[in-house]
């Protein structure tokens, strides 16, 4: 199994950030694991952005979920973030990633290779 | 301030055992699997430990891990240079958010 993100590596402040998971070498339906989306600002921690199911129910963190929107597009395989009115504080090293076991709780086994995304002017 | 308190960083010199610690609360760590995550310079996390203490198929069994009540611990027997990473543990909090603690950067001296 394979995870990529794409999306713009610059976004202006207060714009919205939109980024995608394009998952290879598996379906996003054939289970019902969880996919998510983690952020590492740079020189610092992880941060869990939220997760959402092959059905589109989507958690978030309780801290970003007023901005932030996720959704799945089984038939590309993709599933899709947006961040908006982002600010400086947005800018991190974005990584999508699935779950381990068929609930929200699990641990992340697979981890695309991460996509740094600016917020600057 | 992250849910759960790591030790900013650790270090040991080559075939020591190191340990790093994970200190949370009862509504995280305290009712909920702990999961350990290695980062190597430049990538990705990766998964090292999930369900409190089980390895993923192909994590050398110098990696250990134990939970008691409301921490959890990560050991690495055997330190070896390739071990110099960040570690990460976490878990689900029953507020409904994933968790993480806030990374220990192992230095193999």
């Known amino acids: 199994l394979q995870l990529q993100e794409s999306g713009p590596g610059l976004v202006k402040p207060s714009e919205t950030m939109s980024l995608t998971c394009t998952v290879s070498g598996g379906s996003i339906s054939s289970s019902s694991k969880y996919w998510g989306w983690v952020r590492q600002p740079p020189g610092k921690g992880l941060e869990w952005i939220g997760s959402v199911s092959y059905s589109g129910s989507a958690y978030l963190s309780p801290s970003l979920k007023s901005r932030v929107t996720m959704s799945v597009d089984t038939s590309k395989n993709q599933f899709s973030l947006k961040v908006s009115s982002a600010t400086a504080a947005d800018t991190a090293v974005y990584y999508c990633?699935?779950?381990?076991?068929?609930?929200?709780?699990?641990?992340?086994?697979?981890w695309g290779q991460g996509t740094l995304v600016t917020v600057s002017s | 301030q992250s849910a759960l308190i790591q030790p900013p960083s650790a270090s040991g010199t080559p075939g020591q055992r190191v340990t790093i610690s994970c200190s949370g609360s009862?509504?995280?760590?305290?009712?909920?699997?702990v999961y350990w995550y290695q980062q190597l310079p430049g990538m990705a996390p990766k998964l090292l430990i999930h369900?409190?203490?089980l390895r993923p198929s192909g994590v050398p069994d110098r990696f250990s891990a134990s939970k008691s009540a409301t921490s959890a611990s990560l050991a690495i027997s055997g330190l070896r240079s390739e071990d110099e990473a960040d570690y990460y543990c976490a878990t689900w909090d029953d507020s409904l958010s994933k968790v993480f603690g806030g990374g220990t950067k192992l230095t193999v001296l």
């Open positions: 369900t409190n203490t």
């Open positions: 009862s509504s995280n760590i305290g009712s909920n699997f």
């Open positions: 990633a699935r779950a381990g076991k068929e609930e929200l709780r699990s641990e992340f086994d697979y």
